[in-house]
Nanobody, 124 residues
Framework: QVQLVESGGGLVQAGGSLRLSCAPS????????MGWFRQAPGKEREFVSA????????YYANSVKGRFTISRDNAKNTVYLQMNSLNPEDTAVYYC?????????????????WGQGTQVTVSS
């Protein structure tokens, strides 16, 4: 059973930055397709970013393109989400997700494993 553990969330002022990390336990994840989703209060969970196993191909939601950067260090079994120029609309619980097989990068159904989430709050 793969467990994903997110870290790095917190409270930041608008314009600030945070870096989220996600590390699986129990399994190496170098072959996994990895993604980040978020869920704001009263809203459905939405796709944020994703990265293929080699790290060479990345995907972003339009709302975060140019501000967020996803990366992975397979030697450390960790995927990162660098978030810059944060604004209050980025406030949400951020979830890390993983998939053994690529089934689409922006749908929840494309992922097999999920973390518990980490809260990101951006104050104005």
């Amino acid at each position: 059973q793969v467990q994903l553990v997110e870290s790095g969330g917190g409270l930041v002022q608008a314009g600030g930055s945070l870096r989220l990390s996600c590390a699986p336990s129990g399994r190496t994840f170098s072959t996994y397709f990895m993604g980040w989703f978020r869920q704001a209060p009263g809203k459905e969970r939405e796709f944020v970013s994703a990265i293929r196993s080699t790290g060479r191909t990345t995907y972003y939601a339009n709302s975060v393109k140019g501000r967020f950067t996803i990366s992975r260090d397979n030697a450390k079994n960790t995927v990162y989400l660098q978030m810059n120029s944060l604004n209050p609309e980025d406030t949400a619980v951020y979830y890390c997700a993983a998939s053994d097989i690529y089934r689409g990068y922006d749908r929840e159904s494309g992922y097999d494993y999920w973390g518990q989430g980490t809260q990101v709050t951006v104050s104005s």
